[in-house]
């Protein structure tokens, strides 16, 4: 595919999904952390925000608590889409696992939330314990996602969906912007899913498709600005100082350049019989 300081991407013919050479050798999440959490908290109103907005998108497509409502949210961080879905009108009994300590700590601690410190496919969760899981803006952090797959099988109920939010390396601004793709991120970003490497991934024999759509996210001006870092990084640096002076780095921004996506996927109880 192409080269970026010092990684070489590379796509599956067969399955659609790119990666960087070495990806597959990551064994633990954790190596990552300090790429994936920076000024998480800070940007709580953006991402409550955000939270909210998957709620309806979930909500929309059939998944509510109505119809079972213990969820696990995985890659939770700070905890603030588990605190948006544990209120009322939402009505879910969500549980989270993270392996950055910071952020489980202020999830139990700040928002009183039940989140174990843990890999996803170390959590000591017990098979069929869950109704929904949700994967927002994780799976393509996690290694090992054939065995990331099995592993949420077996933890859903009969019936059990997962979630996934996750970008689409196929979609139109994707191609536009080639390697200067702001998502193409190495190494805090392991996998570079598409349509297709997302149904291979969680294959027809063992789940039904529910839901495959963009879906526009709320983003704060900081995440905007380091977004655009690959392709303009100019622009990038001057905005940065700019919103910095005025203290407008926590504003929130549509993001809808249709490259950022949800899908959804049922647990087929044909494969478990």
């Known amino acids: ?4 300081r010092g990684y070489d991407f590379v796509c599956c013919e067969w399955c ?3 990666m960087y050479r070495g990806a597959e050798q990551v064994e633990s999440s954790e190596a990552l952390l300090p790429l994936r959490y920076p000024d998480y908290v800070t940007d709580a109103p953006v991402r409550r925000r955000q939270a909210r ?3 309806r998108w979930l909500s929309r ?3 509510e608590a109505s119809r079972g409502p213990h969820l696990l949210d995985v890659g939770c961080a700070a905890g603030f889409f588990m605190s948006e879905a544990a209120r009322p009108e939402y009505g879910w009994k969500p549980l989270g696992c993270d392996v950055n300590g910071d952020v489980v700590s202020y999830a139990r601690y700040a928002l009183g939330l039940d989140v174990l410190r843990s890999e996803f496919l170390d959590a000591p969760f017990a098979a069929g314990s869950f109704d929904v899981i949700t994967m927002l803006s994780v799976l393509q952090h996690l290694p090992r996602p054939r065995q990331v797959e099995q592993r949420a099988y077996a933890l859903l109920r009969p019936g059990g969906v997962i979630a996934i939010e996750t970008w689409n390396r196929r979609s139109l601004a994707a191609r536009g912007m080639g390697s200067h793709w702001h998502v193409y991120a190495p190494p805090s970003c392991l996998w570079y899913h598409s349509h297709r490497s997302l149904s ?3 294959s027809s024999d063992r789940w039904k498709p529910l839901r495959y759509v963009a879906a526009p996210k709320w983003i704060s001006v900081r ?4 977004a655009m870092k690959s392709a303009a990084p100019r622009l990038a640096s001057v905005a940065r100082r700019t919103f910095r002076v005025t203290q ?5 921004l549509p993001y809808v350049a249709g490259d950022h996506v949800l899908a959804i996927f049922q647990r087929d109880e044909r494969a478990a019989a």
Not at 223 to 226: E, G, P, Q, V
Not at 248 to 252: E, L, P, Q
């Open 61 to 63: 497509a059939g998944v």
């Open 53 to 55: 907005q998957a709620l």
């Open 16 to 18: 659609d999904l790119a």
């Open 1 to 4: 595919m192409f080269s970026m």
């Open 223 to 226: 995440h905007a600005t380091s």
């Open 248 to 252: 407008a780095s926590r504003t929130a």
């Open 200 to 202: 291979v991934l969680f």
